[in-house]
């Protein structure tokens, strides 16, 4: 039940993320998001430890995926930037969201065929990295408004439309099975990653910044050794 708790609970942050989107707390929308992307991250994990993985858990799993990261941020980022764009600005919201169903389906085939199989190399971005990128324009006009604020609404439509083509692209992307911690390591990591929630929690908007620019690093990094990671037909 633990781990099924866990997705239900990242469903009721997703959702209750475009509530605030609706209410106009984009900073509050935009944690809960993150929110659900740590429990995603968590109820896997959780599962294999228990040896509770069953079929339920995954639909359920990949439903979550959806309303989390195809849906609200798309909603969030169309209601704080794209409403004064009307039509333009929802075709964007769209084709974000058909993209994180189309990455989401091609994911469980792929899990299906190959079932048991650990996979070190994701093709395309997956969800939760999705939505993270994709609230990028939301955390720059935060940061930086002097420079974001007048091109705000055509940047956000551009960038949601973007960050859809590389979920459903064959770019790889790392799995989080490649990070491994050797146990003297371990006690450096516990306390960097206790100091990264204690930065997230007091400067919220520069830390986000700081790891979606990471993360494309990482991407732009992955895209350029492609050959040498996963296999063609992937």
């Known amino acids: 039940m633990l781990p099924n708790l866990m997705t239900l609970g990242a469903i009721c942050a997703g959702l209750t993320s475009v509530r605030f989107a609706f209410d106009g707390n984009a900073g509050l929308s935009m944690s809960l998001i993150v929110l659900a ?6 109820d896997g994990t959780v599962a294999r430890l228990l040896k509770s993985e069953s079929e339920i858990g995954a639909e359920l799993d990949s439903l979550a995926d959806f309303v989390n990261f195809g ?3 798309g909603l969030l980022l169309y209601l704080w930037a794209l409403q004064s764009g009307r039509s333009a600005g929802w075709i964007a919201v769209l084709i974000f969201a058909i993209c994180c169903a189309m990455r989401l389906a091609r994911y469980n085939v792929m899990s299906r065929k190959e079932p048991g199989k650990k996979q070190m190399y994701f093709s395309g971005v997956p969800a939760p990295g999705g939505a993270l990128l994709v609230l990028m324009p939301l955390v720059l006009a935060r940061v930086l408004p002097e420079i974001f604020q007048p091109v705000l609404h055509t940047f956000a439509g551009i960038w949601l ?11 790889p992307t790392p799995s989080p099975k490649l ?12 306390v960097a990653s206790v100091g990264l929630i204690a930065a997230f929690f007091t ?9 979606e620019l990471g993360y494309l690093a990482i991407l732009a990094r992955f895209a350029l050794r492609r050959k040498h990671l996963i296999p063609e037909e992937n």
């Open 37 to 42: 992307a740590v429990l995603d991250g968590l």
């Open 179 to 190: 990070l491994k911690v050797s146990r003297d390591k371990a006690a450096y990591v516990m």
């Open 161 to 171: 439309v973007l960050v859809g083509m590389m979920m459903i692209s064959t770019i």
């Open 71 to 73: 849906v609200a941020p």
């Open 203 to 211: 400067y919220p908007w520069p830390v986000v910044l700081a790891v």
